[in-house]
């Protein structure tokens, strides 16, 4: 089987992380992740777009640090899940269910993205 490139696992990384931060800020601030459409909870997501943001200027886009960048995200988005069940916020409109569904949904997204970069950055330099 074929390793794909480096080139290849970095657009894929790239865009993977552009969709689903895009998808986040649509889903939490359009429709809403904790309680009913416009719950102010939902703002909390934008800590994890910011950290998205800012990371990438820092990391200035290269693969190793855009894997820590979307590593950090998906830790950001887990405790985001975590806090808002053991809160209880958004009672009675989110379930516990629903809650950690999406929150997991969204943490796939990034690891799987810094799983991407992460390739990339092994096949640029294998140390």
Sequence with gaps: MR??????????????????TLFLFV????????????DPA????LSVIALG????????????GMAVVLVAMAL???SIGLV??????GRPY???LELLGLTGFFVVLFLTAAWLFRH???????T
């Design 27 to 38: 889903v939490s601030l359009g429709v809403g992740i904790i309680g009913a459409d416009g």
């Design 76 to 78: 950001v988005q887990a």
């Design 94 to 96: 989110s379930g516990v």
């Design 53 to 64: 943001l800012l990371g990438s200027l820092v990391a200035r886009f290269r693969a190793r």
């Design 42 to 45: 939902n703002l909390l997501y």
């Design 3 to 20: 390793s794909i490139s480096s080139r290849v696992a970095h657009r894929a990384g790239l865009g993977l992380a552009l969709a689903s």
């Design 120 to 126: 990339a950055a092994h096949s640029i330099d294998p």
């Design 84 to 89: 808002a069940v053991v809160a209880g916020l």
